[in-house]
């Protein structure tokens, strides 16, 4: 009936009866069955799940194959609670397969690869997720197509191969409309809100934000709000209306709980709207000692160029060095928040504007150019009009001060 949270309560009931019986391949099962077709966000249920599985695997033999699904399973529950586990589950998953032909033990190995694979290493993250899309359309896996695709898509994203996405993101959602599978059918959705916002900010970007967000409340898609809060605060942030969502915005207290990559959104928003101070407060909670006190998830990666626009805003130099370093590798690649709901130019823009700060104007006006020219290629035409636009800025600034 489409009620996620009753199902989820169902599943934990049949774990116990499954224990109560006791009947361990049930157990296994509902361990399975209650796993997400997408990383979790909800970290209680993550954290239950978490149990569940353990449990199970705790039982199963070292060298059972069926334990490759329940590791499948543990990866997906531990991507925003333990990113440092995944490599030894997916060691141990890739262990179990060698001798396997079997094409969904195959699968979930490699979906448990990409899950634990260095989520700033977009060159390995593209290889497994193209692997994986092979592999469901190989097999004819319906139920995994959508999901293949979704990885594909934001990896594609990320490397700026816009015709490819585009070509996939067509397929995907004539796939979506045949299956009617309620994730895929929201994805397909998203994605075309994701690349809408890349070219454009205005009202025909926001019905589709608002499209997707109705599609996901219908199929109670568990990441839907929080898609549709990014895309909104990009829209938003692109229209320099920021401050109408202003109401709430604060700086968390030093004293409370970690709160990840998320406090990138606020603290920009928090330098766009004048309140520099605590922007800046949560800029220092972020970057410590020179080390940036992120998780290595793919929220990261975005969450550090964002924190660069606070920075460059407001930051000190030694902070503005901290980004540098982190962004100059990825620099050509874009910037993608989490599984691909908003981009944020490329990594270029935010390396100019830290370069802007320090008037160092020559670098700056290079990272522009670049961001321009990538931007443009891709049809990505926002944010290369913005990039043409801050160039002419630091020009103005610069004056007759660079060797250019």
Not at 204 to 223: D, N, P
Not at 362 to 380: I, Q
Request: aromatic share 6%; proline share 3%.
């Amino acid at each position: 009936f489409g009620d996620l949270t009753a199902a989820r309560v169902e599943y934990f009931t049949v774990a116990d009866i499954a224990r109560t019986i006791p009947d361990f391949a049930l157990l296994a099962d509902a361990a399975v069955a209650a796993t997400p077709r997408e990383s979790i966000l909800d970290l209680d249920f993550a954290t239950r799940l978490n149990a569940l599985v353990d449990e199970v695997l705790a039982a199963l033999p070292a060298d059972d194959e069926s334990r490759v699904r329940l590791l499948h399973s543990a990866a997906l529950g531990r991507v925003y609670l333990d990113a440092d586990s995944l490599g030894p589950i997916a060691a141990e998953s890739q262990r179990l397969v060698q001798r396997s032909d079997e094409p969904h033990l195959l699968h979930w190995n490699l979906v448990t690869r990409y899950l634990a694979s260095d989520a700033e290493d977009n060159a390995v993250r593209l290889a497994v997720s193209r692997d994986i899309h092979a592999h469901v359309m190989r097999h004819d896996l319906v139920g995994e197509m959508g999901g293949a695709s979704r990885r594909f898509l934001v990896e594609l994203l990320v490397r700026g191969a816009l015709e490819e996405f585009d070509a996939e993101l067509a397929t995907m959602t004539q796939t979506a409309r045949t299956t009617s599978i309620p994730d895929d059918r929201y994805w397909a959705a998203a994605f075309r809100a994701t690349r809408s916002l890349m070219q454009d900010c205005g009202s025909a970007t926001e019905e589709l934000i608002k499209g997707a967000a109705l599609i996901g409340r219908q199929q109670q898609v568990g990441s839907g709000p929080g898609v549709q809060m990014l895309q909104t605060f990009a829209v938003r942030y692109q229209q320099g209306r920021l401050h109408e969502l202003a109401t709430g915005f604060s700086a968390p207290q030093p004293s409370s709980p970690q709160i990840r990559a998320g406090t990138s959104l606020l603290a920009l928003a928090l330098s766009e709207i004048g309140a520099t101070d605590d922007a800046r407060s949560v800029l220092d909670q972020v970057i410590d000692r020179g080390e940036i006190t992120l998780p290595p998830d793919n929220f990261r990666p975005a969450a550090v160029a964002l924190f660069a626009g606070v920075a460059a805003r407001c930051g000190t130099a030694a902070q503005r060095k901290v980004l540098r370093t982190a962004l100059e590798p990825r620099a050509d690649q874009f910037c993608v928040f989490g599984a691909g709901g908003a981009v944020f130019g490329t990594h270029h823009h935010w390396l100019a504007r830290l370069a802007a700060a320090d008037c160092d104007h020559d670098t700056a006006l290079s990272h522009f150019r670049r961001a321009s020219e990538l931007c443009r290629e891709v049809g990505a035409t926002y944010w290369a009009d913005v990039a043409d636009a801050e160039h002419h800025e630091v020009m103005a600034t610069a004056g007759g001060h660079t060797s250019r």
